[in-house]
């Protein structure tokens, strides 16, 4: 599954992966931020670190999982 669609930030591409995406596209902000990829990388990045996540690929489809008792 690819999100497709309104990807800005992080916490975008977050969301996309957490519903199920395994890639995320981001388009149209590039227009504004040409960069926005390396801003992308490193708030990921701090979010793994702190959240203790070591595969990003581990959240891919999490908000449909049941929780763990």
Not at 43 to 67: K, Q
Request: proline share 6%; net charge negative; glycine share 10%.
């Amino acid at each position: 599954i690819v999100g497709v669609g309104g990807a800005c930030d992080a916490n975008d591409v977050l969301e996309f992966m957490m519903a199920g995406a395994s890639a995320v596209q981001v388009g149209t902000v590039c227009f504004r931020d040409p960069f926005v990829f390396r801003a992308i990388r490193s708030d990921l990045e701090a979010f793994m670190a702190r959240e203790g996540v070591p595969d990003l690929a581990e959240l891919v489809g999490c908000a449909a999982r049941p929780l763990p008792c």
